[in-house]
């Protein structure tokens, strides 16, 4: 589960517009902190599988079950235009995964690390929330996400 004010640091920092899904809803604080905007939500625990969703959405901002990122991202990659995922950051840089990405008309643009929250955990891997974006041929940009415990937004 996501805590709260991360879910906000997340959604705060993404230039999101449009239909935005949640496919992984689970107690809902990714949806909560995307109060405002068009949000669309799949949870499979309450009969709604996102490998049943088909419809273009601008944007998917989630946390996905990480035994299962490769099918998340596959899917995602095909229905929405914007993806960001909270993942431990080497979940991205298998060679099959950054060939699913480039083939797909997709480029990293930008990752934020993140401290891992204490209800996540431990995995000694670097959490962060990556972005990725349909036809983004630039740089990828790193930065650190604000820790709003320390002080820092």
Not at 54 to 63: K, S
Not at 104 to 122: N, R, S, V, W
């Given at each position: 589960?996501?805590?709260?004010?991360?879910?906000?640091?997340?959604?705060?920092?993404?230039?999101?517009?449009?239909?935005?899904?949640?496919?992984?809803?689970?107690?809902?604080?990714?949806?909560?902190?995307?109060?405002?905007?068009?949000?669309k939500?799949?949870e499979?625990?309450?009969?709604?599988?996102?490998?049943?969703?088909?419809?273009?959405?601008?944007?998917?901002?989630?946390?996905?079950?990480?035994?299962?990122?490769?099918?998340?991202?596959?899917h995602?990659?095909?229905?929405?235009?914007?993806i960001?995922?909270?993942?431990?950051?080497?979940?991205?840089?298998?060679?099959?995964?950054?060939?699913?990405?480039?083939e797909?008309?997709?480029?990293?643009?930008?990752?934020?690390?993140?401290?891992?929250?204490?209800?996540?955990?431990?995995t000694?891997?670097?959490?962060?929330?990556?972005?990725?974006?349909?036809?983004?041929?630039g740089?990828?940009?790193?930065?650190?996400?604000g820790?709003?415990?320390?002080?820092?937004?």
């Open positions: 589960m996501t805590p709260l004010p991360l879910a906000m640091r997340m959604v705060k920092t993404l230039p999101i517009y449009g239909t935005v899904l949640e496919p992984c809803a689970g107690s809902g604080n990714i949806v909560k902190a995307l109060t405002g905007f068009d949000t939500t799949c499979i625990t309450e009969g709604r599988d996102f490998f049943e969703w088909h419809e273009h959405v601008d944007w998917i901002v989630t946390n996905p079950p990480w035994s299962q990122f490769r099918p998340f991202l596959q995602s990659l095909e229905v929405a235009d914007n960001a995922f909270l993942v431990t950051v080497n979940h991205w840089w298998t060679k099959a995964r950054v060939r699913m990405v480039n797909a008309g997709f480029g990293y643009k930008d990752l934020f690390l993140i401290d891992t929250p204490p209800e996540f955990p431990a000694g891997f670097q959490l962060g929330m990556m972005y990725i974006r349909k036809g983004w041929y740089p990828l940009f790193i930065e650190q996400l820790n709003p415990v320390n002080g820092v937004v």
